[in-house]
């Protein structure tokens, strides 16, 4: 694995959970149980991060900006 590639894994579990902290506390502070606030993170903490990974992986690959 390149130290490219690490960095991207890193890059996308620490996006993913501030993201999954802050998507609990908005839908508990908008009324949803702690229950319902807490699985909704879940349910984002396991999608995104492989979703972010393909993202960022495909710019990485094929995006290329003329300087």
Known sequence: ?????????L???TYRLLGTITTVLTAYLLGASLTVSS??????LL???VIYFLHERFWYKF????K
């Not at 694995?1 to 894994?9: F, G, P, Y």
């Not at 995006?63 to 003329?66: A, P, T, Y």
């Open 47 to 49: 999608i995104k991060p």
């Open 39 to 44: 699985l909704l993170g879940v349910g984002e």
């Open 11 to 13: 890059k996308t579990i």
């Open 63 to 66: 995006v290329r900006f003329k």
């Open 1 to 9: 694995m390149t130290s490219d590639v690490k960095r991207h894994i």
